[in-house]
């Protein structure tokens, strides 16, 4: 995901929940939010944020939005795989 699709995300929540989404330094939020869902796909994300503003009342945390990682694909739950497989037949070291 990019920095700006994160700002998108960002907005969308502070339009829907309106005073319970504000802080001092939105460029600090932008930052923080952006460290934790880069590795998210944006459509995903979307998906869960508007199923959450559906049926939530509460402004969205960061791991509400996440989707797992099982249903992401990962390429780093596939490398690690790989990576136990090499270490059991002993092709790591």
């Known amino acids: 995901m990019t920095k700006r699709e994160v700002a998108k995300i960002l907005t969308q929540i502070s339009i829907t929940y309106k005073n319970r989404f504000s802080c001092e ?44 990682e099982q249903e992401t694909g990962s390429r780093y739950n596939y490398e690690a795989i790989e990576d136990m497989r090499k270490l059991r037949r002993g092709e790591l070291f």
């Open 25 to 68: 330094d939105p460029k600090e939020k932008l930052d923080i939010w952006y460290e934790m869902l880069c590795d998210q796909d944006y459509e995903a994300v979307m998906r869960n944020l508007n199923q959450h503003i559906k049926t939530n009342r509460f402004v969205p945390t960061i791991a509400e939005l996440r989707v797992p």
